[in-house]
């Protein structure tokens, strides 16, 4: 009877053995997959948003930015009728834009 029982553990154990080895070829398997595949497809680049006061003055600064030159957009357009002077005033805002904003925020670096 302890024979018996002696074989049957070992089959149980020869059966395990066997199992893991093939757990372990699959999960090689799928590393190298995962490998290759990590190397054919590029990660996005996470931007770190800057915390501090510095960054939210400086957030809040261009949003302020931003609001002013839509405002003046929609008045150039509201208020002359003529595409071609509301253009002449987009253009002239673009270039004026990076002056105004480092004379007004002192961005010279």
Same mark, same amino acid.
């Given at each position: ?15 395990? @053995? ?41 957030? /809040?600064?261009? /949003?302020?930015? @931003? ?43």
């Amino acid at each position: 009877m302890s024979k018996e029982r002696a074989r049957r553990r070992a089959e149980r154990e020869a059966e395990r @053995a066997l199992a893991a080895r093939r757990n372990e070829e699959r999960q090689a398997r799928a590393a190298r997959r995962r490998a290759a595949l990590g190397r054919l497809v590029p990660r996005p680049v996470r931007v770190a948003r800057q915390g501090g006061l510095l960054a939210r003055r400086q957030r /809040a600064q261009n /949003a302020a930015v @931003a609001l002013a030159f839509l405002i003046v957009q929609f008045l150039a357009w509201l208020l002359w009728g003529s595409p071609l002077l509301s253009f002449a005033v987009l253009v002239f805002s673009l270039l004026l834009l990076p002056v105004l904003v480092t004379l007004a925020f002192d961005r010279r670096t």
